[in-house]
């Protein structure tokens, strides 16, 4: 596992790694997602990242996390939706799996879908053709028995699909 300090010296670090952890779990998504993106030399991106939702009222409290997630290096975005909620979102491979990889011991819930998700991000530094692709993308698909998603598009068979009709 990853050795990480923080700057912050409130609370213990496992103390906070752990509140994190039950944050994620409660009103946070770990996300794997397959985008279509005509600018990638596949025609889809494999995109992963962490993001955790509040009321907009509790925006400062968004706004603290960010600055302690900022205390390791992890770097986040943050905002406010039209429909009253925020949001900070880790994107990046490096930056999800750091996070994932301090978090990773106090996650219940979600422990599963971290291991899975570190796997993946593992697996995408290998892929060399559309057949390592293809099984990358089995993983992200597999990454849905994890979640309660149900708007999921872009889906291992739509990367086949898409594959074929180029030949």
């Known amino acids: 596992m990853l050795k990480v300090k923080s700057k912050d010296k409130s609370l213990p670090l496992e103390i906070n790694l752990s509140y994190i952890a039950g944050f994620l779990e409660g009103d946070g998504c770990i996300l ?36 302690y997630l900022d205390s390791f290096g992890i770097k986040s975005n943050s905002g406010k939706k039209s429909d009253g909620m925020c949001y900070l979102t880790i994107n990046g491979d490096s930056q999800v799996k750091k ?55 872009i889906t291992t068979s739509t990367v086949e699909d898409w594959f074929n009709s180029l030949i």
């Not at 600018?39 to 962490?50: M, N, P, Q, T, V």
């Not at 892929?127 to 708007?151: A, H, P, Q």
């Open 99 to 153: 996070l994932l990889e301090m978090m990773y011991p106090y996650l219940l819930l979600k422990k599963r879908l971290a291991r899975l998700t570190i796997e993946i991000i593992n697996l995408k530094k290998t892929i060399k053709n559309e057949d390592d692709f293809i099984e990358v993308c089995k993983l992200i698909d597999k990454t849905s028995e994890y979640r309660d998603s149900k708007k999921r598009k």
């Open 32 to 67: 794997s997602q397959i985008v279509r993106r005509k600018d990638y030399k596949l025609g889809f991106e494999l995109r992963l990242s962490i993001s955790f939702y509040q009321k907009v009222n509790r925006y400062w409290f968004i706004l603290k996390l960010s600055k």
